[in-house]
């Protein structure tokens, strides 16, 4: 068993910032920028919750609450401490999961790491490329028909194609951004 949801990671990013109950993490997520990123389920919450534990990522105290039942205040082990940070500056492999892992990468590298969100976005941006010659040298040079077999193949293989390009002029002009910025905070 190990980490198979994005939320997953969100939990431990959370915990690297401060200890806290699942609730706390919950209304984090849907009242902030995380909440436009995944969707959670207060019962996946929980879940998830349990699941880190069972992995040794994440360790529970028992705080009373007067008459009130106690609740689990979570925060990370060395490990899920370790797991979390080696996995936040790693740049995803596929295009698809920019969309959500990424993005939640580096909502956690700009406030956990600063100094690693341009070398992530260099990093993703390769990584990008290297998909793209992949899907490139997969595309076939003929015109194929519509009536042919391999037409709607070629079809979804030029869209992965585009996708790519898109997704490299965004992350091209996010690093192109903060370069500026940075740039800019130093002359200060």
């Known amino acids: ?11 431990l990013g959370l915990l690297n910032t401060r200890s806290m ?3 706390e993490m919950f ?3 849907e009242g902030g920028t995380l909440g436009q990123i995944i969707h959670l389920e ?8 349990k699941k880190l534990e069972r992995l040794h990522y994440i360790e529970a105290e028992i705080e009373p609450q007067g008459t009130r039942p106690p609740r689990k205040i979570f925060q990370l082990t060395p490990i899920g401490h370790d797991i ?3 996995w936040v500056i790693q740049p995803v492999e596929k295009p698809r999961d920019i969309r959500i892992l990424f993005l939640i990468k580096l909502y956690f590298v700009q ?3 600063p100094a690693q969100l341009q070398p992530l976005l260099q990093q993703q941006i390769e990584a990008c490329q290297n998909f793209l010659q992949h899907l490139q040298a997969k595309q076939q040079t003929t015109t194929l028909q519509p ?9 979804v293989l030029s869209s992965r ?9 965004w992350l091209q002009e996010l690093l192109e951004n903060i370069t500026h910025s940075n740039q800019h905070l130093s002359t200060y």
């Open 161 to 169: 194609i585009y996708q790519t390009h898109s997704l490299l002029e």
């Open 84 to 86: 979390f940070l080696q």
């Open 147 to 155: 009536v042919d077999a391999a037409f709607f193949d070629q079809v």
């Open 111 to 113: 406030r956990l790491q």
């Open 42 to 49: 207060m019962s996946q919450m929980y879940a998830f919750l």
């Open 21 to 23: 109950h699942g609730y």
């Open 1 to 11: 068993m190990q980490i198979s949801e994005p939320a997953e990671y969100v939990i």
């Open 27 to 29: 209304q984090l997520i």
